[in-house]
């Protein structure tokens, strides 16, 4: 994208009038509609020059079937960086956000999925969001059950209300009384530090463990095996959609083609992954069309706020087309990022 040129006040507000036009009709804008509607003060004629003028520098783009024109990615990114004035939520829709998360039990998984739901439906857009890496959770408390003669079921509860399980192999019947030693000196030494900690110093805190001497061999799978035993980071920045049928009502989706891209690209979930995961540390961000790395995502915009709570980090947010009222986005977005946090707080 070409760099950033200084626009003068004309040609601002009236790149702001087709913007604003486009948004709510999708319907490109032609001179006549723009004077007609915005009462700029100058003659429509004027307007067309100007339109003109912005269309040969990259701003605006001329359908071989209209008369109007309609905005490009490099419109919508001045339209953002130095005309739209945001728009805070309406009090209708914070309380519905607000009902709806606090129906989420604190569990941090369910919190995070009601509130890419309910933004989806606020925005009309696709809600997204990425689940908190499961690394970076502490470690609250494990248990040990017997499953079989062979087998353990590990169950791990990690802040925030997340479980997980896994089984563990042991080579030889294990007593139920060296089971709990084992779970009794894991949670000593292990409760209170992230998965991503236990994994990297487990074998030093265990080595010195006074386990009895039945217990002994258990103990030692768990200090031999501590990075596939703790390793759940391939659950990390798990990808959290809304519906994407909220997308489907909207003229950029009416043909079954662009559709069935969107309802691919969403199933595979991968190229969302990559693009959302690198956003956990950046607050605010906003991606228009071909700024998207990734081809597959240059008719889409992604509005994305960073949350954190302590431990737990993430980002909440929309994708939709480059059409999107940003000015009204962005606002709920953000807060809706700020209630997540307070949730998990």
């Known amino acids: 994208m070409p760099p950033q040129e200084q626009l003068s006040e004309r040609e601002l507000r009236i790149l ?3 913007v604003q036009t486009y948004i709510e009709t999708a319907e490109p804008a032609g001179s006549q509609t723009i004077a007609r509607r915005f009462g700029l003060g100058v003659s429509p004629a004027t ?14 783009f001329h359908p071989h079937t209209s008369a109007g024109r309609i905005p490009t990615d490099r419109a919508y990114r001045v339209y953002v960086n130095e005309i739209m004035r945001l728009s805070p939520p309406s009090q209708e829709d914070r309380q519905t956000l607000q009902n709806e998360l606090l129906r989420s039990r604190n569990a941090v998984e369910e ?12 925005t009309r857009e696709l809600g997204v969001a990425v689940a908190p890496a ?7 408390r494990l248990e040990l059950v017997p499953v079989s003669a062979e087998r353990l079921l590990l169950v791990f509860t990690l802040r925030g209300g997340v479980v997980r399980t896994i089984f563990v192999e042991v080579p030889v019947r294990v007593s139920a009384e060296s089971i709990q030693d084992v779970a009794r000196i894991l949670n ?11 994994r990297t110093t487990l074998p030093e805190r265990l080595r010195d463990a006074a386990a009895p001497a039945g217990s002994r061999e258990l103990l030692n799978i ?3 095996e501590a990075e596939e035993i703790f390793d759940l980071s391939s659950e990390g920045n798990a990808v959290v959609l809304g519906s994407a049928q909220m997308l489907a009502g909207q003229p ?59 431990d737990l980090k993430g980002v909440i947010g929309v994708m939709g087309p480059t059409r999107m009222p940003y000015d ?6 953000e807060h809706t990022s700020r209630l997540v946090e307070g949730l998990l707080e």
């Open 111 to 122: 919190i995070i999925r009601r509130a890419a739901q309910v933004l989806g439906i606020l």
């Open 47 to 60: 307007i067309r020059s100007t339109m003109s003028d912005l269309e040969e520098r990259g701003y605006l």
């Open 134 to 140: 499961l690394d970076e959770l502490v470690l609250e």
């Open 328 to 333: 009204k986005i962005i606002g709920l977005v």
């Open 16 to 18: 702001e009038a087709v």
């Open 222 to 224: 768990f200090i031999a």
């Open 252 to 310: 950029e989706f009416a043909s079954n083609v662009r559709m069935r891209e969107l309802l691919r690209l969403t199933e595979g979930r991968d190229l969302l992954q990559r693009a959302l995961a690198v956003r956990r540390q950046t607050g605010l961000s906003i991606t228009i069309g071909a700024e998207n790395p990734d081809t597959r995502l240059n008719d889409f915009t992604l509005v994305t706020a960073s949350y954190e709570a302590g």
């Open 188 to 198: 000593d030494r292990l409760a209170g530090l992230t998965l991503l900690h236990v």
